[in-house]
């Protein structure tokens, strides 16, 4: 038997009837659609789209998109921005553990174009979003056609192909009998644990409006089971071996415990062992704070505690984690003796840092371990005195000696972080929050600290918690952006507004790029171009501050804003934003002065080249510094 329908109308249906499942939870793989409408889609997917939904005639916030799910339609979410609709769709996948994700449809041209940033961010995280762009004709009836770009040496090249490098698959539906295997596998890929990230199927915009007779069983529901691997006997052997011989070991947990969901089994191995746990921005949370194991953070946004033991240790067991310059301090943080094992469900990471590899599942694997190791205990001595002594910084750092002054950028955290508990969602992507939230924050709950740090990517944090507020509707979500990150990307709000989203945003107004100002001073660029001020007579930026008020743009776009001065303000600001069940914006002009105090500095390095020569006195002494760093990078072999 076949049924007749478009190839924009056979994605939708088959989407709708595609499922994960791991450790017998069920999960829609494909559980909404993100969409901007143009000539290369409207036709075609949008029309499809409008199909699908048969009695839902609207799938507008979470209870609209559970019941058009329910109905076997696909939920639709109207985006402003097509970046910021990839973001969405990633903080949907990261909040549920990359067992669901989102679709994005594009037109053709600049629409395609804009998911770029998008797609690469989802690709380095290893977050799955399947992207639908729509591409120019594939039959070529008129050539070019409107937003096509024209290649003299290649007929068959589309913008769409700047998408390739980005992906970890791409395809080009060229003729409808071509979606079957392009959808397959698009699917596989996106519910592997190792190859999943941003997956694209281009899609010619005469092609999803082409009809063709499909076989009913491409509509069947189809169950993608989501590999919990085990180790090899041979690798977890020499894994064992290694541990048992280890004096001072050490673990680093990354973004891979979260996502295997092995958070129980990382404490009951830390328990069980005495070996301390240290986090990365990716694994942050995956220990309460206050545990027993728990070090804090590592590398150059790390703490005083987790940095020294990682400096000591002669064995790093590193979880899921990608082991990015942050983490080892550009290659200075361990000491050149460390030997590294490396569990990791991809082999790729696994073999970083010439470790020894165990390749499996972040919960087999620690369970694997745990059973092998039997009775061995091998405590780090003295470090418990540490972890007080930072935890004492942090409580200076938070300290408020006047509650009537205006708050500093750490005090808003300090405030913040006596009003939440664990269900609140603090999500961060760039700038200067995510060094002071790694060292910081007091993290209550696993999923509680949505750090985007692997690319960092500004104007991630508004999108990207509407797509966590989709993920776990009633929980209070939090975006904290600085004033650069807001003028990146504040159009979702809109879509807050639109959605009757409960999106709680911090924006703090420091007048400028405060971290990479930090950054330029310690490279030898003196602060040029970083702040938002007016030109001088001299053609710089020293002049006053720019007259901008983003808490007004805010309220423009339909958010409720308030507008605390001081902290005491701060405080019933903040409670207020809490409980509040509309897009509720804490706008505050943050205190910058050197005069006080703030977090404490990096604890360990990060490898920013300086100008090896310079007539500048500014250049030359930081020149001197970035020498006397290099000297400590390690290879490790």
């Not at 609209?64 to 639709?76: E, H, K, L, Q, V």
């Not at 004492?392 to 005090?411: F, H, K, L």
């Not at 300090?414 to 007091?442: E, F």
């Amino acid at each position: 038997m076949s049924i007749r329908l478009t190839v924009a109308q056979a994605l939708v249906r088959f989407l709708a009837a595609q499922y994960t499942e791991r450790d017998g939870e069920r999960r829609r793989l494909i559980a909404a659609t993100w969409g901007i409408f143009g000539h290369g889609n409207v036709a075609g997917i949008g029309q499809a789209l409008v199909e699908s939904l048969g009695g839902v005639e609207h799938a507008g916030g979470a209870g609209d998109t559970r019941a058009a799910i329910g109905s076997g339609g696909m939920p639709f979410h109207q985006g402003r921005n097509e970046q910021a609709m990839v973001h969405a769709a990633v903080g949907y996948a990261r909040q549920s553990r990359r067992l669901s994700a989102h679709a994005v449809t594009t037109s053709i041209g600049p629409g395609a174009t804009n998911l770029v940033t998008g797609a690469a961010l989802a690709t380095v995280n290893r977050l799955p979003v399947l992207l639908l762009p729509g591409d120019t004709f594939a039959g070529r009836p008129a050539d070019p056609v409107l937003q096509q770009l024209e290649v003299p040496y290649a007929g068959d090249v589309s913008v769409n192909d700047c998408l390739r490098p980005v992906s970890t698959y791409f395809d080009r539906v060229g003729r409808p009998e071509a979606l079957v295997p392009a959808a397959l596998a698009a699917m596989r890929v996106l519910a592997d644990p190792v190859q999943t990230g941003a997956v694209t199927l281009a899609l010619p915009q005469d092609v999803q409006a082409e009809a063709y007779d499909w076989p009913e069983e491409f509509f069947a529901e189809r169950v993608w089971r989501v590999r919990r691997p085990r180790p090899d006997t041979a690798e977890l052997d020499a894994a064992v071996e290694a541990i048992g011989n280890a004096e001072r070991p050490l673990i680093v947990a990354g973004g891979g415990v979260r996502y295997s969901g092995a958070e129980d089994a990382l404490r009951m191995f830390a328990e069980r062992t005495g070996i301390p746990v240290a986090t990365t921005q990716a694994g942050k949370g995956v220990l309460p704070y206050d545990h027993p194991c728990e070090t804090g953070g590592i590398g150059h946004t790390g703490s005083a505690t987790a940095n020294a033991l990682a400096a000591s240790s002669d064995l790093v067991i590193g979880v899921g984690t990608r082991y990015t310059d942050f983490t080892t301090a550009s290659g200075t943080l361990f000491a050149g003796a460390t030997r590294f094992v490396n569990l990791n469900i991809a082999g790729f990471d696994a073999h970083k840092l010439a470790a020894l590899p165990l390749v499996a599942d972040a919960r087999e694997g620690l369970t694997a371990l745990a059973g092998a190791l039997g009775d061995h205990r091998r405590e780090t001595a003295g470090w418990a005195r540490s972890k007080r002594e930072w935890q004492e910084r942090i409580d200076a750092a938070y300290a408020v000696p006047d509650e009537d002054a205006r708050p500093t950028q750490a005090q808003v955290l300090g405030v913040l972080d006596t009003l939440v508990d664990g269900s609140d969602i603090l999500i961060n992507a760039a700038g200067s929050l995510p060094g002071d939230l790694h060292k910081l924050w007091r993290t209550r709950s696993p999923d509680q600290y949505h750090v985007e740090y692997g690319y960092s990517c500004m104007g991630y944090e508004i999108p990207a918690a509407l797509g966590v507020l989709l993920a776990t509707p009633g929980r209070p979500v939090w975006a904290l952006v600085g004033d650069g990150t807001y003028l990146m990307n504040p159009t979702e709000i809109v879509t807050a507004v639109q959605e009757r989203l409960p999106l709680r945003l911090i924006v703090l107004q420091n007048h400028g790029y405060a971290s990479i100002g930090g950054l330029s001073e310690a490279v030898g660029a003196e602060r040029y171009g970083t702040d938002y001020r007016h030109r001088d007579a001299d053609g710089g930026f020293t002049g006053p501050p720019l007259p901008v008020d983003l808490g007004a743009n805010a309220a423009s776009l339909g958010m409720r804003v308030l507008r605390p001065h001081t902290v005491r303000d701060l405080r019933e600001a903040l409670a207020d934003a809490r409980e509040a069940t509309v897009p509720t914006c804490v706008y505050v002009e943050t205190e910058t002065a050197d005069t006080v105090s703030g977090p404490p500095p990096a604890q360990a390095w990060w490898d920013v080249p300086v100008a090896e020569t310079s007539t500048r006195p500014s250049a030359v002494k930081a020149r001197e510094e970035y020498d006397r760093h290099v000297t400590a990078r390690r290879r490790h072999l």
